[in-house]
């Protein structure tokens, strides 16, 4: 089977200034991805997929291939990154080598993911009737319960207030949180649908200290915690 790993990393974050490329750890934070990625002896090529020269020049520095620049139109905050994959895989769909058969997209933002974690996010996509491998943790409040949205009067309510017969937290169907460690998806999956769910979609399911999503200066700092704690 053959698999690339793409690193889809964009220029601009509201969240957190340059964060792709803030120092975490000694490194610039996509460089953790790179790493992680190239220790996954199954990737036959790991592509990165950006907006920015600097991001660009530094993938090519820690190892990782650029063999295009994303369009601006495709790296705007609100630009779905679900574009991007579709842009990277008609790329090289278009090019000499042409899909892989399978698509491992490996996000820059969870650095603290170990390379076993993304093994197993292809080992359950090898066992097949699957479209699309996602990383999830198990969640620590339930919808049922603990999470409230906001009606129309400003008033709030459960968010699953509408379900019947469940009163008791053991009855609540099992819930977890996505993660940001990697996708595998089919090429022809992605290409030809618009969404992860609109597929056949499996978990892995991920340590939590392994799955911190960085988005803010806080999760930033939490995961340095986290990192320089197990160190």
């Known amino acids: 089977m053959s698999i690339v790993a793409f690193i889809f990393a964009r ?8 964060k792709n490329i ?11 991805s ?7 002896k199954r990737v036959d090529r790991v592509i990165i997929s950006t907006d920015s020269e600097v991001i660009a020049k530094i993938g090519k520095e820690y190892g990782a291939e650029v063999p295009f620049i994303r369009p601006p139109e495709l790296a705007f ?14 790329y090289l769909e278009n090019s000499d080598k042409g899909l892989p058969d399978l698509m491992l997209s490996i996000p820059p933002t969870a650095p603290l993911r170990d390379s076993s974690d993304l093994d197993k996010i292809i080992d359950e996509y090898q066992k097949g009737k699957t479209d699309i491998v996602i990383a999830v943790t198990e ?17 709030v309510n ?4 509408d379900k019947e017969g469940i009163n008791r937290r053991q009855d609540c ?9 990697g996708y595998a998806a089919s090429p022809s ?43």
């Open 34 to 40: 790179i790493e992680h990625a190239l220790s996954v």
């Open 139 to 155: 969640s620590h409040r339930s919808p049922f319960f603990n999470i409230v949205k906001e009606d129309v009067g400003g008033y």
């Open 189 to 231: 999956f992605v290409l030809n649908k618009k969404s992860i769910f609109e597929g056949r979609v499996r978990k892995v399911i991920i340590p939590k200290e392994r799955s911190i999503d960085i988005d803010t200066l806080l999760d930033f700092e939490i995961a340095e915690f986290i990192f320089q704690k197990k160190d």
């Open 11 to 18: 220029s601009g974050s509201k969240g957190l200034l340059d």
């Open 77 to 90: 905050d609100n630009s779905p990154e679900w574009l991007s994959w579709q842009h990277g895989l008609k």
């Open 22 to 32: 803030k120092i975490f750890n000694g490194k610039p934070l996509i460089a953790w």
């Open 173 to 181: 169907p099992k819930t977890y949180d996505m993660t940001t460690v």
């Open 158 to 161: 459960l968010f699953e207030s």
